[in-house]
C-alpha cells in the first residue's frame, strides 16, 4: 500500500530556519498536505501544495515538491518556540480524507 | 466556537470492557471521522461517516463500531476493548468538497487498556 514516511526527530536553534522532509510512494498521489499537532491538541491543516506545482509560499512557510523523487519538504523560516510541535506529512490521489495517508510525524524542538 | 469536541479526554479500561467515544461538531459538517495514533505511526483511519444514518469502514475498522444518528454526533464504541487497541483516538469532520478536502480534529481521547 501507500506509504509516507519522515524523520522522527528535528531540533533547531530560535530564529534558524526548519526544513522537515517527507517522502511517498504513491505516485498518484495529487494532494499534499502538512498537519501541525500541538501538545495536548488535535491536527491542523498548516498548508497543501498540488502536485503540479514546485513550490508554494505562506509568509513563513515554503513547501518544495520534487515529483520526481517523490520528495516533500516544508520549510519554516525564523522558527520560533511556538513552532515547537510535531509535524505530519499526508497525501491524498483525490484530495478525500478518505483516501488520506500520513506520515509517523516529525517532532520539531526549538531551542532557545 | 467550540469545533470539534471529543469526550472522554482520558480513559483506562480492563480488558474485555466496553465504551463509548463521543464526538461532536458544531460546524455543520458533513463528514465525520475516527482516526487512531500509535507511537511511530501516522494516523489511520478506523471509520467514517459521509452524512446523518451512514457510516463505512476505514483501513483499521476490527473491533470497533460507529453510529451517526444525529448530523453532529460521531460515536465510536468498543464492545470488548483489547490491549491492542490501547491508542490515542482523534475525531475529524469536514464540510463536503469534491476535492482538497480541509479536515478539522478534536484534541484526542488517551485510551489505555490493560
Known amino acids: 500500500g501507500e506509504d509516507v514516511e519522515q524523520s522522527l526527530f528535528l531540533s533547531v536553534r530560535e530564529g534558524d530556519s526548519s526544513v522537515i522532509n517527507c517522502t511517498y510512494t504513491d505516485s498518484s498521489s495529487t494532494y499534499l498536505y502538512w498537519y501541525k499537532q500541538e501538545p495536548g491538541a488535535g491536527l491542523q491543516l498548516l498548508t497543501y501544495i498540488f502536485s503540479n506545482m514546485d513550490m508554494k509560499q505562506d509568509q513563513r512557510l515554503t513547501v518544495l515538491l520534487n515529483k520526481k523523487d517523490k520528495h516533500l519538504s516544508l520549510r519554516i523560516a525564523d522558527t520560533q518556540t511556538g513552532d515547537s510541535a510535531i509535524y505530519f506529512c499526508?497525501?491524498?490521489?483525490?484530495?478525500?480524507?478518505?483516501?488520506?495517508?500520513f506520515g509517523s510525524g516529525t517532532q520539531l524542538t526549538v531551542l532557545p | 466556537n467550540a469545533g470539534v469536541t471529543q469526550t472522554p479526554k482520558f480513559r483506562v479500561l480492563k480488558t474485555g470492557q466496553s465504551m463509548t467515544l463521543l464526538c461532536a461538531q458544531d460546524m455543520n459538517h458533513e463528514y465525520m471521522y475516527w482516526y487512531r495514533q500509535d507511537p511511530g505511526m501516522g494516523l489511520r483511519l478506523i471509520h467514517y461517516?459521509?452524512?446523518?444514518?451512514?457510516?463505512a469502514k476505514g483501513e483499521v475498522p476490527d473491533g470497533y463500531n460507529v453510529s451517526r444518528l444525529k448530523k453532529q454526533n460521531f460515536l465510536l464504541g468498543l464492545e470488548s476493548a483489547a490491549p491492542s487497541q490501547t491508542s490515542v483516538y482523534f475525531c475529524?469532520?469536514?464540510?463536503?468538497?469534491?476535492?482538497?478536502?480541509?479536515?478539522?480534529f478534536g484534541s484526542g481521547t488517551q485510551l489505555s487498556v490493560l
Open positions: 461517516s459521509v452524512g446523518e444514518g451512514t457510516t
Open positions: 499526508a497525501e491524498s490521489p483525490s484530495g478525500s480524507a478518505r483516501q488520506l495517508t
Open positions: 475529524a469532520s469536514s464540510p463536503i468538497r469534491a476535492t482538497n478536502e480541509k479536515l478539522f
